[in-house]
């Protein structure tokens, strides 16, 4: 019987490669099977949403911004990405 409701999609995401040998994936692709059960959804598995990348986050000082007017702009653009984007995400 084909399911022609809502699609639910996972994301798996970490950002330490040393996750991937560990059960971080395995957890939140469970996690997120029983989430879509519990709210009566199919979980699609025909899209891999995987990142599985480094974590843009690093340790140490953080440099003064040299161009602010391009710090606003960024911030606006991500502002509006996120403004299209919220309305496909859970």
């Known amino acids: 019987m084909k399911n022609n409701g809502p699609k639910v999609f996972s994301y798996l995401r970490f950002s330490d490669p040393r996750q991937a040998s560990g059960s971080s994936a395995d957890r939140q692709q469970r996690y997120a099977q029983n989430w879509a059960n519990t709210k009566g959804l199919v979980m699609d598995e025909s899209l891999s949403l995987r990142d599985e990348g480094l974590s843009a986050h690093t340790h140490g000082p953080t440099?003064?911004?040299?161009?602010?007017?391009?710090?606003?702009?960024?911030?606006?653009?991500?502002?509006?990405?996120?403004?299209?984007?919220?309305p496909i995400t859970l």
């Open 63 to 86: 440099p003064v911004p040299s161009n602010a007017a391009a710090f606003t702009e960024n911030e606006a653009q991500a502002i509006a990405l996120l403004t299209k984007l919220k």
